[in-house]
């Protein structure tokens, strides 16, 4: 019962209700905002550095991170406003209420025939190229991009809120903002940002595919075909250059019955990105509504089983006397 308690009562529970409640206001200051300011501040400096692209980029993902633990982890240990500031690093950390908002935003544009808007809305959300979309490539885009940001946006920061506290939630955080950034294979960022690219598929590694269990125990329980589901996915998800995206995308285009992938542009080059799930299956209005409802049953999940698995392994280690 004790256990049961904890973890209904925990920071990453209430962390998780605040950012449903609230999402991202703009009148808030925000630390990915804090880090992608220090970044743009970062990189014409560390660019001039003697020591070669890669190596500049090693270092910078090494301060960064480490700035960012020690900040918040400094931060919280002040006196009365360190528990306040605590449940404010755990809940701006978590993105799962804004994406689903903003996702919603672009469903209710396209129902009332705004497709201009919808194009700027999604824009805003992904890094491809979103100027010419027809609407059946702005229903798949946001499909694709709500299915993989489950896990960046939501199920990588929880697993380390859950493994080490916000602070260390926030050197993934930072990390993850780097790739965001810094991340690309263009001739301006292929060698600068490799390590931030990198270092973000090493921490996201287990929580993709943790996201795919959740998604898959999420379609159990709205009785989609999970089954098929777990059968087809895993042949799809190494079809992508990512090690980890292809994981939470794969699971969700198949429980949904729609097809990911397909040509895409980014930064004026033209990719064609590998298919996902069954052939031919457009992503329908209320295909894209369904799919939310699952992410967000999938992110209910997430919160409780990680915490609940976390108390139960600190009081197995505390009866241990470890």
């Known amino acids: 019962m004790k256990i049961l308690i904890w973890t209904l009562f925990s920071l990453p529970v209430l962390a998780f209700v605040i950012d449903l409640l609230l999402g991202d206001p703009r009148c808030l200051p925000h630390p990915v905002r804090w880090i992608g300011r220090w970044l743009n501040w970062l990189e014409p400096r560390a660019r001039g550095f003697k020591m070669g692209l890669r190596s500049a980029g090693v270092l910078c993902v090494a301060v960064t991170a ?7 982890y400094g931060l919280m240990e002040i006196k009365i406003l360190g528990m306040v500031l605590m449940v404010y690093f755990a809940y701006a950390g978590l993105a799962l209420g ?3 908002d903003s ?3 672009v469903v209710e544009m396209l129902e009332e025939g705004s ?3 919808a194009r700027e809305a999604v824009g805003e ?3 491809r190229t979103t100027t010419y979309m027809s609407e059946r490539e702005i229903r798949r885009t946001l499909a694709e991009t709500v299915s993989e940001n489950l896990c960046d946006g939501f199920v990588a920061p929880l697993f380390y809120l859950v ?6 939630m926030w050197a993934y955080k930072a990390v993850s903002t780097m790739d965001s950034m810094w991340g690309y294979k263009t001739d301006q960022y292929r060698d600068f940002g490799w390590a931030a690219a990198r270092a973000d598929d090493v921490l996201a590694y287990v929580p993709a595919r943790l996201s795919a269990v959740l998604l898959l125990a999420a379609g159990a329980l709205m009785k989609l075909d999970w089954r098929l589901a777990k059968a ?3 042949a799809d998800a190494v079809k992508m250059e990512s090690p980890n995206a292809g994981w939470p995308m794969a699971v969700t285009a198949w429980l949904m019955g729609g097809t990911m992938g397909g040509p895409a542009v980014y930064f004026g080059t033209a990719k064609n990105k590998p298919h996902l799930g069954p052939d031919d299956q457009d992503w329908t209005l209320e295909k894209l509504k369904k799919m939310f409802r699952l992410v967000l049953l999938s ?6 089983s990680f915490q609940f698995v976390r108390v139960l392994v600190t009081s197995a280690l505390g009866l241990a006397g470890v």
């Open 115 to 117: 497709l201009e808007e």
């Open 299 to 304: 992110g209910i999940l997430g919160v409780f």
């Open 232 to 234: 087809r996915f895993r």
């Open 66 to 72: 480490g700035l960012s633990f020690a900040i918040v």
């Open 125 to 127: 959300l992904v890094s």
């Open 103 to 105: 996702a919603r935003d």
């Open 163 to 168: 493994l080490g506290g916000p602070a260390l």
């Open 98 to 100: 804004e994406l689903l």
